[in-house]
């Protein structure tokens, strides 16, 4: 088997090589502590901007389920190198312009659509997904890395997704990946991510030491707009199933990204630890050795608020990039989705914070060694 990034990054060790800002190709050894170069990490990435055959590609699988006639060719998705770096083009400016290094991307949330086709469907675009992801990775190995999409379905027990994760981690050196809690896409017909259903997923997770990402995809329900309100309501529900349930006292290192600021969580931060307290519940802080936010938060009072309610430590900088919000907000002449501008006006925060906001916490979660 051939030498994957995470084989190569885990083998660097204290060694390895972190990004300079000054763009690909260039390097220089890790350091840590005050003074020391810092590499920004957005943990928080997608290929929303994949190239125009892979959207089709999807369109005519799904119209294969009821006929069979329209399935697509693979060779629909043989892209030439020159197209899957075209297709990266916008990405990579953006980290140029506002001063981050390194993304840990995944397949566009939204498309993961496991509330459509059926189980062979969702097994064969995640697979094709993923990757695309490592060829983008691959072509640009100091800009991205990887994390992928399960193939879940409705029903299926989340045994089906061992299989891909191994795949994706072990072969394709992926860190992560990301887990959507409803994949009956906002009608929540499984059961509760606390619930054993799930548990040989976690296994998975914990023998081969990478964390996941609670992040729904589309709504199929009118009830809930999908990046608008079913997301944010997807990681406030797994939260509070957390706070009732006792999963890591059966997996203690299991370790989860809450993705979105961690939707309502910080912002009604007393009413989950009065609620864990009058259920009799441990308080919040036995959940924080487990569970993590990121900073995909595109309000400066909403984005100082995470900062200055969930400890830093578990608080992991991302942007969502190029992702649900994309405009320009005409109060203040910015692109509401550059949350590291907005960061860097928090002139209470200490370097020390920013170190662990911006890199050092990535590293930890992720298992990093860049």
């Not at 770096?85 to 390194?102: E, F, H, I, M």
């Not at 086709?117 to 697979?127: H, R, V, Y």
């Not at 964390?211 to 709504?219: Q, R």
Request: one cysteine or more; aromatic letters at 10%; hydrophobic letters at 40%.
């Amino acid at each position: 088997m051939s030498t994957t990034r995470r084989d190569l990054l885990k083998g660097l060790g204290a060694g390895a090589l972190v990004l300079s800002a000054g763009g690909p190709g260039l390097a220089q050894p890790a350091a840590s502590g005050a003074g020391a170069k810092l590499t920004v990490i957005d943990v928080h990435g997608h290929y929303t901007t994949v190239p125009k055959a892979m959207r089709e590609f999807r369109n005519l699988q799904l119209a294969a389920v009821k006929d069979p006639s329209k399935a697509p060719p693979k060779a629909m998705l043989n892209f030439s190198d020159d197209e899957v770096r075209a297709s990266v083009q916008g990405q990579l400016k953006l980290q140029r312009d506002r001063g981050t290094n390194v993304t840990i991307f995944s397949p566009i949330a939204g498309a993961m659509g496991h509330h459509l086709g059926n189980e062979a469907t969702s097994i064969e675009w995640s697979q094709n997904f993923n990757d695309l992801i490592h060829r983008v990775c691959k072509l640009y190995p100091e800009n991205f890395i990887g994390v992928g999409q399960l193939p879940q379905s409705p029903g299926v027990s989340p045994k089906n997704c061992v299989a891909e994760l191994e795949r994706m981690v072990k072969q394709l050196g992926f860190v992560g990946c990301n887990i959507n809690p409803d994949p009956s896409g906002g009608y929540w017909r499984d059961p509760p991510m606390t619930n054993r259903w799930w548990y040989p997923l976690y296994e998975k997770l914990v023998e081969l030491d990478v964390p996941a990402m609670i992040h729904a995809s589309s709504s199929a329900n009118p009830n809930f707009h999908g990046t608008g309100a079913h997301y944010l309501n997807a990681n406030t529900a797994v939260f509070m199933q957390l706070v009732t349930g006792d999963l890591f006292k059966d997996f203690p290192t299991l370790r989860f990204v809450i993705p979105h600021g961690g939707g309502a969580i910080p912002y009604h931060w007393s009413r989950y630890r009065g609620l864990a307290q009058d259920m009799k519940r441990p308080p919040l802080t036995e959940l924080l050795k487990n569970v993590y936010f990121d900073t995909c938060v595109y309000y400066r009072p909403g984005l100082e608020l995470l900062l200055k309610t969930v400890p830093i430590d578990n608080i992991l900088f991302a942007s969502e990039v190029i992702g649900a919000v994309r405009g320009v907000d005409p109060e203040t002449g910015h692109h509401y989705d550059d949350t590291k501008r907005m960061i860097d006006t928090f002139a209470w925060l200490s370097e020390a914070d920013r170190r662990k906001l911006f890199q050092d916490n990535a590293r930890r979660v992720y298992r990093l060694k860049i």
